[in-house]
């Protein structure tokens, strides 16, 4: 018996690896859209994370008791009650604060610096209304210039924070 002409024109209009052929031409844009969605996700964390850290260090530094004696010709933070890169860190738990010490070169200075800023961490600036040694105000500036979680074609991403907190004065 004879195949009929319809047996042929279905065996024709047979679809059976157009589903796989489908699935490899969509499957690596899905892909990139989702890690597009989770790169985004953890740089809006950082960015977050980055002005807590800015709002703590600016509580701590408002109510840190000014500056300690020189040490090697700089006035350096009391770190009283807790150093202020501390405060950053716990209020920032994943990112990774520079660890360096806030200092100025002189006692009258309105701005502590640390001695060193690392690229990939957050590296922090005081900068104090009047002086240091007795400020009247205290803002606090984060940086951090880090990769992305997914970093296509070498992006860098700069993030800065700032909070300003009155000293209070008894």
Do not use: W
């Amino acid at each position: 018996m004879m195949p009929s002409r319809l047996t042929r024109a279905v065996r024709r209009r047979d679809d059976t690896g157009a589903t796989i052929v489908e699935f490899a031409l969509v499957a690596p844009f899905v892909v990139m859209v989702l890690f597009g969605i989770v790169a985004g996700c953890f740089l809006a964390y950082q960015n977050s994370a980055l002005h807590d850290g800015a709002t703590a260090g600016a509580r701590m530094a408002s109510i840190e008791s000014s500056l300690v004696a020189p040490t090697n010709g700089q006035f350096c933070e009391s770190n009283v009650p807790i150093p202020i890169e501390k405060a950053v860190s716990q209020a920032a738990p994943l990112l990774h604060v520079n660890p360096a010490p806030l200092c100025a070169s002189s006692g009258s200075s309105s701005t502590l610096t640390q001695s060193s800023t690392v690229n990939g961490d957050v590296n922090i600036v005081v900068t104090c209304g009047g002086t240091c040694a007795a400020p009247t105000s205290t803002t606090v500036s984060l940086t951090l210039s880090a990769q992305g979680l997914v970093s296509p074609f070498g992006l860098t991403y700069n993030m800065s924070a700032s909070s300003q907190v009155p000293v209070l004065t008894p």
